[in-house]
């Protein structure tokens, strides 16, 4: 099921791909400029379902190596599942989790030189994901809630990869923990 997902998630994102190349901006080499970009999110969580949030990213070039920028990151994603689990007439009781995962990452972007793959880029990066998720439930007699709050953290790699058009970012990553994400951020260039 996993894999599947996965699959299909990266299907649809590089089917977009021909038809945003015919629409995009002339091609301009790598820039020597500091980025900022932020966007929102949109996670498939493993087993869990789908989550959204947002990020925001900071992006300076290396000046030894063309093409190559190293990156910090900082994001959100929030979700909420809800079960009922029925053991027979008048014993079953909903199991509700709310949860948010805070990555902190950082890493490298390397764009692909040359006007046919011109926009496109390969990313990793590494980093610490914080979560915390409280699950609540609730019995078929009554408004009995007991609630179970928990912490997490946990060192994770982060491969992606995305398409740059203008001042858009596109980008779809896989975090070692279980999530594949696809972002659509706008991009802040500043000269130094």
């Excluded at 649809?12 to 932020?38: D, G, H, K, N, W």
């Excluded at 290396?62 to 053991?87: C, D, P, Q, R, W």
């Excluded at 439930?137 to 408004?143: F, I, Q």
């Excluded at 896989?174 to 000269?191: D, E, L, M």
Aim: hydrophobic share 40%; net charge positive.
């Amino acid at each position: 099921m996993k894999a599947k997902t996965i699959a299909l998630v990266t299907l649809i994102f590089m089917s977009t791909l021909p038809a945003l190349s015919q629409r995009r901006a002339p091609y301009v080499p790598f820039s020597s400029e500091t980025q900022f970009s932020i966007g929102p999110e949109l996670a498939v969580i493993f087993p869990q379902g789908f989550g959204i949030g947002g990020s925001f990213r900071y992006e300076q070039p290396l000046k030894v190596i063309e093409h190559l920028t190293v990156l910090a990151s900082i994001g959100f994603i929030a979700y909420s599942t809800s079960e009922t689990y029925n053991y027979g007439p008048g014993s079953s009781y909903k199991a509700t989790n709310k949860a948010v995962f805070i990555p902190v990452m950082g890493g490298a972007k390397y764009y692909f030189p040359g006007p046919s793959f011109a926009g496109f880029y390969g990313s990793l990066e590494a980093g610490v994901g914080f979560g915390s998720s409280s699950v609540s439930y609730s019995t078929y007699y009554g408004p009995g809630n007991y609630s179970s709050p928990s912490d997490a953290r946990g060192v994770m790699v982060c491969p992606g990869v995305g398409y740059v058009m203008g001042p858009f970012d596109f980008n779809l990553r896989y975090f070692s923990v279980g999530i594949v994400s696809i972002r659509a951020a706008y991009v802040f260039k500043f000269k130094r």
